[in-house]
């Protein structure tokens, strides 16, 4: 065999190609019951750098589906300003967030802010950046975290990444994004199928399925360096990744005793273990995030149906029951909720299922859905549909209510993996 | 909204900030991931042929080289069983050639479930060679799913023509299809 780990050159000229004709767009088409009334002033400082952080942090928040965005033009505010809390409240605001940017003495930028709770007539979260023009988007995204999570409870997700395959012209690439459609760049660029991407637990690294050497074969892919591993190449097909929750191995699906069976083998491609053994094909495992189970696709009941097992391999239960065609098992980051992909009628659709009352709700009206994806703070599902046959990224709320839609100009994106918070 | 009812203990920290922030988070520099922090990487690509004729020549049925599949269907069906046992006779008859045979699916459903499908028709086809004499050596069955449609279409046409598994040949140089 020829050998695969070998350095590879960074096609500067392919990055920047892609960087131009690969910008996810997204389109809001549904927003959440009752969105809180939050006033982001525009930041004081250099105009145009502050306002295009205002901006950022004003689309974060009114993109997540929760927030409406009471106007603010006339308000002249910065985060050490007093602040009229009956004048906000006149406006409609529930929270009021205020800040500027102010350049450093060593050339680089400061975003002060403070939130007020308007009700309450009080601060209620403070913090300051120091970042640099380049940063200027990251910076505005932490904020954004901080205000969503003061306000609903939960840890904001504007600061994540996702990873998806771009189809454009014959040509396959993994690339990777800001949550917001921002700062794509690809990771990989190959003339073959790339599949399964998935994140490790620190967002480092993705292992995916490669289609390179004319069969599958799993890599694990550190993103910074573009350093390159084979973990699995075994004779057959070596497919379907899912990282322990701990980093150190990873469930994978090979072939090389016959039917697809679930393997785990450490993230250096060593410690190969077999762990299961059923009659039919089981595939697309996904560990728990305790790490305790795993949950699988299986046939061995005579349809493909989702399952879960312990985590070595023993303890099986089916999981699925309705129709005949339920597989894609994506367990929730806080272990309550499943989702995956049910054929009704000969649509596939993504469903729910709540684990304690095993009820199962289908979420969206689409007949193509694959590949669900939770955000880490489980509050929404990214999944791969077609829309006038064209492959887009959707994103739904786990509820179903709030309903966004990532597409690039040209090319069919699939195969979206949410990457974890940011470290 | 329940934060919004937190109690004053917060804003009774907060309100001490005065001109320098403080908080969990404060003064933290913004400096998670560079702009740059991704490295594009070109996978290799694999090329190359230098087969001998009798694999190639269009009039020779070693040129055929795609078994179909019913819907939902894992068996060789009859009118491919010359078309295998051709095969078959070649490698029997020349121990040096290794095969790799690739499934394929229709589009409809979850990639890696119909890369596990795939797999079972490229069995298929492997354990047919090897029932006619061909050494478990020189055949590799692998699944490429419905990544690699030969109809591009989404209609019955298209799904009978993907429903396939492939026979390509590798000569004992090391120089072939795969």
Known sequence: ?423 | MKQLLLPALLAALLAGCGSTPTSETGGAPVEGRTPGGVTTVTAPEVSGSGLPAELTDPKSVLSKRSVYFDYDKYDVKNEFKDVVAAHAKFLVNNRQFKMLIQGNTDERGSHEYNLSLGQKRADAVKKSLLLLGAKEEQIESVSLGKEKPKAEGHDEAAWTENRRADMLYKGPTGSGEF
């Open chain 1, 1 to 423: 065999m020829r050998p695969l780990i070998r350095p590879f050159l960074a096609l500067v000229a392919l990055a920047a190609s892609c960087l131009a004709q690969a910008q996810l767009s997204i389109e809001i088409t549904g927003a959440g019951a009752n969105r809180i009334p939050v006033a982001i002033a525009d930041f004081g400082g250099e105009a145009g750098t502050s306002r295009a952080l205002t901006s950022v942090i004003r689309a974060d928040l009114e993109r997540s589906g929760l927030f409406r965005l009471v106007d603010t033009t006339g308000a002249a505010l910065t985060e050490t300003s007093p602040v009229d809390y009956g004048d906000w409240r006149g406006k409609g605001a529930d929270a009021l967030a205020a800040g500027n940017l102010t350049a450093t003495a060593d050339g680089r930028l400061e975003a002060r802010f403070r939130l007020y709770d308007i009700n309450k007539q009080a601060a209620l979260a403070g913090a300051a950046y120091v970042t640099s023009a380049s940063q200027l988007r990251a910076a505005g995204h932490r904020i954004a975290d901080v205000i969503y999570e003061k306000l609903t409870g939960e840890k904001g997700i504007f600061s994540t990444r996702i990873a998806y395959v771009v189809k454009q012209r014959g040509r396959y690439e993994l690339q990777i994004a800001d949550v917001d459609g921002h700062n794509a760049q690809a990771a990989l660029v190959s003339k073959e199928p790339i599949i399964s991407p998935t994140w490790s637990p620190d967002g480092s690294r993705i292992a995916y399925v490669s289609f390179e050497n004319k069969k599958p074969i799993i890599f694990v892919h550190s993103l910074a360096t573009g350093r390159r591993q084979v973990v699995a190449n075994f004779k057959g097909s070596n497919s379907a990744p899912a990282w322990s929750p701990d980093g150190r191995k990873l469930a994978v699906v090979l072939t090389k005793d016959g039917n697809s069976q679930i393997y785990t083998i450490n993230a250096d491609g060593s410690g190969l273990q077999r762990l299961a053994v059923s009659s039919g094909i089981d595939t697309e495992p996904r560990y728990s995030s305790d790490g305790g189970s795993i949950f699988f696709t299986s046939d061995r009941g005579g349809s493909p149906q989702v399952y879960r097992m312990s985590a070595n391999g023993g303890d099986v239960q089916r999981l699925t029951f309705e129709g005949s065609y339920n597989v894609t098992p994506r367990p929730s980051p806080d272990g309550k909720t499943l989702a995956f992909i049910t054929r009704r009628e000969g649509r596939f659709q993504l469903a729910v299922m709540d684990l304690a009352s095993r009820q199962v709700q289908i979420l969206t009206d689409s007949h193509k859905d694959e590949s669900p994806t939770f955000s880490p703070n489980g509050r929404m599902i990214l999944i791969a549909t077609e829309i006038g046959g064209r492959g887009v990224l959707s994103a739904v709320s786990s509820d179903g209510r709030i309903k966004q839609r990532l597409s690039v100009a040209a090319g069919d994106v699939r195969e979206p993996a949410w990457g974890p918070f940011s470290q």
